[in-house]
């Protein structure tokens, strides 16, 4: 069965990164994109970007260019998410995502999501 | 930017019927068949109930439907059960932008 793992909660001082993990299993990894998905607490989700993991392109939505960065290993199915110079309001619930190759049209499997907190 | 409206709050009563809209602020909903539904209980990951406007995934009970005229598109669920209970997030692609609604409350009486 399809399945999204996502690392565990993360508490980081402003100014530090993280790095968030999310391991795929149950399908060929390369032929399904993985989106990140934002919910600060008590707020909506707030849709990230894409990374193509086939290709390896990342796609920023416009509110996370600069600070964030999508990667990948596709040797163990894993997409990356890093946030650098974290501030207070990077404060949320971190959630991948699977979504179509061709781009983010829905989403169909999530990870349970990772919790990052910053504070001083 | 376009963004989605949703209403904050919706509530029926066991096995009535509750229908909850999701409307562009442009032309997007009406332009793209991209829209998809999210259910995310408390404490949760979100959970895919309807895409591109009214497909069911696998496993998904068919009291959960899709449907959009112009601008608007909307998630009916019928016979409403408690475990209904939950946010529930309108998202829409554009071509080149994800937009979600900002979610709406679903209470079951």
């Known amino acids: 069965q399809v399945q999204l793992v996502q690392s565990g909660s993360e508490l980081k001082k402003p100014g530090a990164s993280v790095k968030v993990s999310c391991k795929a299993s149950g399908y060929t990894f390369t032929t399904c994109s993985i989106n990140w998905v934002r919910q600060a607490p008590g707020q909506g989700l707030e849709w990230m970007g894409w990374?193509?993991?086939?290709?390896?392109?990342?796609t920023y939505a416009q509110d996370f260019t600069g600070r964030y960065v999508f990667s990948l290993d596709t040797s163990v199915s894993t997409a990356y998410l890093q946030i650098n110079n974290v501030k207070a309001e990077d404060t949320a619930v971190y959630y991948c995502?699977?979504?179509?190759?061709?781009?983010?049209?829905?989403?169909?499997?999530w990870g349970q999501g990772t919790l990052v907190t910053v504070s001083s | 930017q376009s963004a989605l409206t949703q209403p904050p709050s919706a509530s029926g009563s066991l096995g009535q019927s509750v229908t909850i809209s999701c409307t562009e602020t442009s032309s997007d909903v009406g332009y793209y068949n991209y829209v998809s539904w999210y259910q995310q209980r408390p404490g949760k990951a979100p959970k895919l109930m309807i895409y591109e406007v009214n497909k069911r995934p696998s496993g998904v009970p068919d009291r959960f439907s899709g449907s959009k005229s112009g601008n608007t598109a909307s998630l009916t669920v019928s016979g409403l059960q408690a475990e209904d209970e939950a946010d529930y997030y309108c998202n829409s692609y554009t071509g080149s932008v994800v937009v979600f609604g900002g979610g709406t409350k679903l209470t079951v009486l």
């Open positions: 995502a699977r979504g179509r190759l061709g781009g983010p049209y829905y989403f169909d499997y």
């Open positions: 990374i193509n993991t086939n290709i390896g392109n990342p």
